[in-house]
């Protein structure tokens, strides 16, 4: 179970893409204006947040790290059932449009590493490659968002990669967008229900198919590989059971 997230089991992670014939992946974006009506035909699931990985360079005005972060939609937290260790976690109002407010919260190991652990954190000040960002609260010891491959130690309001990604060559697009999200099964839903609902309204709307997952903690196309890794281990342990009990038959 990853630390902080409640009945990670009932947490559903969706994939919006596929492998191609050369195995690697592919990723359709969904904006936050699309999930409307996709989650409106959805009843297996409750609550539906995107997140999307990133890295920046952030300090406090006197030590600088290098840190991987997550952009998060509203209900993220929420989804996964984490409560913070101190102040708040993010919520509805900051992710406003056009860019998010400037709130963020960070994980309990850069707690200790940039403010020495210091209780009175929330209201400091957070400088996010080139934009301050106020600490509302600190994630509980342990939690590191929903993959063990890349733990974060740093979340922000979706909208905010808008201005943190920005470059003078790139046009800020007008929306964030997301490949990955998560959901928690409804009750007396199943994860089959939830699948089949989703694949065809999202098949509507965006014009492509999700993949559904049952419970967190791996990137979706590292978990794919990894369950065909899974089943050829299995189908090659029951042929060597097979031949153990022949072997034994003849003896």
Sequence with gaps: PLAGV???????VIWFG??????FTRSYP????????IT????ALHGFAGHAAGEASVTDGR????????????????????????GRLLQEDDDVAPSGLPVA????????????GDHEVVGRSLRVNTRLFTVVGVAPLGFH???????????????ASLLVNATPRAPVPGEPFYSEFVSRLARRATFDQAEEQLRAVSQRVIGQPPVVFQGVGLWPP??????????????????????????????
């Design 222 to 251: 590292i978990r794919a590989t990894a369950e065909d890794t899974g089943r050829l281990l299995l189908g090659v342990t029951a042929v060597v059971l097979l031949i153990a009990c022949a072997n034994t038959a003849n003896l």
């Design 145 to 159: 968002g929903v993959d063990r491959e890349l733990p974060a130690d740093l979340w922000l309001p979706g909208r």
């Design 6 to 12: 409640h009945e990670g089991g009932r947490v559903a």
């Design 18 to 23: 596929g492998r191609q014939s050369d195995g």
């Design 105 to 116: 919260v960070i994980g309990h190991d850069l707690w200790l590493d940039l403010f020495a």
């Design 63 to 86: 030590a600088a790290r290098h840190v991987d972060l997550e952009f998060v939609m509203p209900g993220y937290f929420s989804v996964l059932g984490t409560q913070p260790e101190i």
């Design 40 to 43: 409106s035909a959805v009843p």
């Design 30 to 37: 969904v904006g936050p204006s699309q999930l409307p009506a």
